[in-house]
């Protein structure tokens, strides 16, 4: 009986000093109170597809089999921005053929799985409109006349 509360005794202990805020120094709580978020989500940092003459609107539609995770949207393998379930974001970018693609960070941010880009040809006659969607277990983007889907 002894050595089960000793154990217990132990385990509790280490747990709560463990979860304890300790302030060694200023520095390292500055560093630990930094959020460790993708850069992409700081808004205060223009971006380069803020600002071009043609217009692509990338929409998350939400489905049955969408996980709800938010996806980090790439316009030629560069990072264009976060998108979140059920959200629309609009792109601008120069004249001509990209790719609009992404990818998901896994569960614990140690990697990211790529989600397969689509071909998107942009002029200035009018927006062109990407929907990424889940279905049958498989994410993609893909090109619709649509200007946005209806996600009730």
Do not use: W
């Not at 995770?69 to 792109?91: C, F, H, M, R």
């Amino acid at each position: 009986m002894f050595s089960r509360f000793t154990l217990a005794a132990l385990t509790a202990a280490l747990m709560l000093t463990g979860c304890a805020r300790h302030a060694a120094d200023s520095n390292a709580t500055a560093q630990a109170d930094a959020p460790a978020a993708a850069p992409i989500e700081n808004d205060n940092i223009p971006s380069q597809f803020d600002s071009g003459p043609t217009v692509i609107n990338v929409s998350h539609l939400v489905t049955r089999t969408d996980d709800g995770s938010s996806v980090y949207v790439t316009v030629d393998g560069q990072d264009a921005g976060l998108l979140q379930k059920g959200e629309n974001k609009e792109i601008r970018v120069a004249e001509g053929k990209h790719q609009i693609g992404g990818y998901v960070q896994t569960l614990f941010g140690f990697g990211k799985v790529t989600i397969a880009s689509v071909d998107v040809t942009t002029d200035t006659k009018g927006p062109k409109n990407v929907v990424y969607s889940v279905t049958r277990q498989k994410p993609t983007f893909s090109e619709t006349q649509a200007a946005a889907p209806n996600n009730s």
